[in-house]
């Protein structure tokens, strides 16, 4: 290598192979970021795949490739190419032939212009008379064998990629045999039967017609119905009148023998086996060039490649995965770095798993429990991140034992105290009495100090969301999973004695999973039917008898609907007496419950205004009118205020 220069630059085909992998906690970030400001999570998450992740090619870029390919396709040329370059190949061998005979002057001469005179203009009939027809010149006679001979050349090799020597050598008893022995097997495979013994039997004996080398029968099936789907494609792009001439041409090159029948059933054998092929598709194709049958298919059968690529990548149908992109494809149309592209969202996707961020189930990838407490400690953070650790519901109820919460300081240990020992400050104590220097250090009774622990007051907490069509249409969405995702992790880290019900309230109400309130989609559904959430908070409160009631109601319109004793809803707006006086009717309810019903009333409807003031005076509740973007501070600040409320009047009873 000595005297060599080399020269590098920046790499240019594709993402940097020794960049370092995917930071999957960047992409769940990134995913939190967007469903916060409510978008669907099942959006965000095929979003991710397919635009890839921050600064990388997803699945899109992909596919738009594959569109632009597919359209340079069909601008490759004209399909009737096959029947074009027959008849130019035609009208020259009848110049020629007529040019012998005219320097002849016998009858036969004349006999055999006449029947020149007499063919039909159709060139594939043409053809078919002429088979028997003696021709005077030699050169005429290898014009009209090579219309033959070329066309049944690409019929053949079309089908079959290592056709060329053994046509060239002439051997057309081999390529029959060869494809009688393959519908053989092939019928057999149909049948159920094992075939791996005759499928090795069979690359054996015409291994060498197949240099892609399949490894098994399904391989050789998908490679060979490929092939005659594009075929049978090339038929149904074309006139009727074309498909005619095509087709005897065809007959005409393949002659008598058995060959014709053979491949005829080999393309029957090959539909039933692949019947989700675009068989039957056909193409208009403009180009300049005139394309010969094989030129013509291996056009249509790589449009109809990429057109199954297009497909894999669009990852539509339901349940659709990474897994179903054949990569192999994919490099074949697009080159290597797509390929790597796909391989590199495979593994995020993955790691994704792996990692336990998402998981999978019948309608795609969801968030896990893991990631869903992310996004909640995010969303927490962002609404409320300016209040101190001590204003997150402490409470000054000492004397909890063990099973408190530790509240920084320590006291002297008494008899028939349960708190942890404050190992720390009790050796202190006992160094201190010692004096320093004194080994071994020995624990008197007085030298213990136990860890002061407070007692938090339990509640059971019902958040009412409004899952209205206006929520989403005036971007209240966002604030509303972000307000319950916070509150949702609140209450799980910093009150874990907490119950916390999330019920989500439309034209019907429903309970509702952190994960379901990500995952939930906004729909045009009419109707804002609080009467059914009040219920549903009702028996989420009595299941929590001995804890304190607290109901939060976010919305963002007067109630329109409400269950007739059939359980069915009825909508009507502006609202019924029906609808107020039922909605009335479960705030009594709660009300003798002992619950306060707390309005986080977002908009200025005045229909709405003058319903929470008439419950809040009725209940004895608040009601608080935040802008949208300062939703949750208002909701996780008076829940906390209101539990720290609770908890020290507990202990002063």
């Known amino acids: 290598m000595a005297g060599s220069r080399f020269r590098y630059g920046a790499w240019r085909d594709g993402p940097d192979p020794l960049a370092p992998p995917y930071d999957v906690r960047a992409a769940v970030d990134e995913v939190?970021?967007?469903?916060?400001?409510?978008?669907?999570?099942?959006?965000?998450?095929?979003?991710?795949?397919?635009?890839?992740?921050?600064?990388?090619?997803?699945?899109?870029?992909?596919?738009?490739?594959?569109?632009?390919?597919?359209?340079?396709?069909?601008?490759?040329?004209?399909?009737?190419?096959?029947?074009?370059?027959?008849?130019?190949?035609?009208?020259?061998?009848?110049?020629?032939?007529?040019?012998?005979?005219?320097?002849?002057?016998?009858?036969?001469?004349?006999?055999?212009?006449?029947?020149?005179?007499?063919?039909?203009?159709?060139?594939?009939?043409?053809?078919?008379?002429?088979?028997?027809?003696?021709?005077?010149?030699?050169e005429a006679r290898q014009m009209y064998q090579q219309i033959l001979d070329g066309l049944r050349r690409e019929v053949v090799e079309q089908r079959f990629a290592g056709m060329k020597q053994a046509l060239e050598n002439g051997d057309m008893q081999g390529v029959s045999d060869m494809v009688s022995d393959l519908n053989d097997l092939l019928a057999k495979h149909a049948r159920g039967e094992d075939t791996s013994d005759a499928f090795a039997q069979f690359m054996d004996k015409h291994g060498q017609f197949f240099p892609d080398n399949p490894a098994n029968v399904e391989e050789l099936i998908d490679?060979?119905?490929?092939?005659?789907?594009?075929?049978?494609?090339?038929?149904?792009?074309?006139?009727?009148?074309?498909?005619?001439?095509?087709?005897?041409?065809?007959?005409?090159?393949?002659?008598?023998?058995?060959?014709?029948?053979?491949?005829?059933?080999?393309?029957?054998?090959?539909?039933?086996?692949?019947p989700q092929l675009n068989w039957g598709r056909g193409e208009r194709m403009r180009g300049p060039n005139d394309l010969g049958y094989g030129d013509a298919t291996a056009a249509l059968g790589?449009?109809?490649?990429?057109?199954?690529?297009?497909?894999?990548?669009?990852?539509?149908?339901?349940?659709?995965?990474?897994?179903?992109?054949?990569?192999?494809?994919?490099?074949?149309?697009?080159?290597?770095?797509?390929?790597?592209?796909?391989?590199?969202?495979?593994?995020?996707?993955?790691?994704?798993?792996?990692?336990?961020?998402?998981?999978?189930?019948?309608?795609?990838?969801?968030?896990?429990?893991?990631?869903?407490r992310r996004l909640g400690r995010t969303a927490l953070a962002k609404v409320f991140d300016d209040l101190s650790a001590k204003r997150q519901g402490q409470h000054d109820l000492r004397d909890a034992g063990a099973a408190g919460d530790l509240i920084g300081s320590s006291r002297r240990w008494e008899f028939g105290?349960?708190?942890?020992?404050?190992?720390?400050?009790?050796?202190?104590?006992?160094?201190?009495?010692?004096?320093?220097?004194?080994?071994p250090v020995r624990l008197l009774p007085e030298d213990f100090e136990v860890a002061e622990t407070e007692r938090r007051a339990s509640s059971a907490v019902a958040l009412l969301v409004d899952l209205s069509y206006s929520m989403w249409l005036d971007d209240r969405w966002g604030p509303m999973k972000q307000t319950a995702l916070a509150l949702s992790h609140l209450v799980a880290t910093q009150f874990p004695q907490d119950s916390l019900q999330i019920i989500g309230f439309g034209l019907y109400a429903q309970t509702m999973s952190e994960a379901e309130l990500a995952a939930f989609d906004p729909n045009a559904e009419k109707g804002t039917n609080l009467q059914h959430a009040l219920q549903l908070a009702g028996r989420h409160l009595r299941r929590h008898p001995g804890s304190e009631p607290v109901v939060l109601v976010v919305t963002d319109?007067?109630?329109?609907?409400?269950?007739?004793?059939?359980?069915?809803?009825?909508?009507?707006?502006?609202?019924?007496?029906?609808?107020?006086?039922?909605?009335?009717?479960?705030?009594?309810?709660?009300?003798?419950?002992?619950?306060?019903?707390?309005?986080?009333?977002?908009?200025?409807?005045?229909?709405?205004?003058?319903?929470?003031?008439?419950?809040?005076?009725?209940?004895?509740?608040?009601?608080?009118?935040?802008?949208?973007?300062?939703?949750?501070?208002?909701?996780?600040?008076?829940?906390?205020?209101?539990?720290?409320?609770?908890?020290?009047?507990?202990?002063?009873?």
């Open 32 to 138: 939190g970021e967007r469903v916060l400001a409510g978008d669907s999570l099942r959006d965000v998450l095929r979003d991710l795949i397919r635009r890839g992740p921050r600064d990388g090619r997803g699945l899109d870029a992909l596919r738009e490739r594959a569109r632009r390919m597919r359209k340079e396709a069909l601008r490759r040329g004209n399909l009737d190419g096959a029947v074009t370059r027959a008849q130019q190949m035609l009208d020259q061998a009848l110049s020629t032939e007529r040019e012998e005979l005219a320097r002849r002057d016998d009858d036969a001469s004349r006999f055999n212009e006449a029947v020149l005179d007499s063919l039909p203009n159709s060139t594939s009939r043409a053809v078919e008379e002429l088979s028997s027809y003696e021709w005077a010149s030699d």
């Open 223 to 274: 490679s060979l119905a490929r092939r005659a789907a594009a075929a049978e494609r090339l038929m149904r792009s074309l006139s009727p009148q074309q498909q005619e001439e095509l087709s005897r041409l065809m007959d005409s090159a393949l002659g008598d023998g058995p060959l014709r029948g053979q491949l005829a059933e080999l393309t029957d054998n090959l539909r039933a086996l692949r």
């Open 302 to 372: 790589e449009i109809s490649e990429l057109d199954e690529l297009l497909d894999q990548l669009g990852q539509q149908h339901p349940g659709a995965t990474l897994d179903d992109v054949d990569v192999e494809m994919v490099e074949r149309q697009l080159g290597r770095s797509a390929g790597d592209d796909v391989r590199r969202l495979r593994d995020l996707e993955r790691e994704l798993r792996r990692q336990g961020w998402v998981t999978r189930d019948a309608e795609g990838l969801t968030l896990s429990p893991k990631a869903l």
């Open 417 to 439: 105290d349960e708190q942890p020992l404050d190992v720390v400050r009790t050796i202190g104590n006992a160094v201190r009495r010692s004096g320093p220097g004194t080994v």
């Open 557 to 653: 319109g007067e109630p329109t609907s409400h269950l007739e004793p059939d359980g069915e809803a009825m909508f009507w707006w502006p609202p019924l007496p029906e609808t107020i006086r039922a909605t009335v009717h479960e705030v009594d309810h709660l009300t003798r419950f002992g619950a306060t019903l707390n309005f986080f009333m977002l908009g200025e409807d005045p229909g709405l205004q003058r319903f929470v003031g008439a419950v809040a005076e009725r209940n004895g509740g608040r009601v608080f009118s935040p802008d949208a973007a300062e939703l949750g501070r208002y909701v996780v600040d008076d829940y906390v205020r209101a539990r720290r409320g609770r908890g020290r009047g507990r202990s002063a009873a």
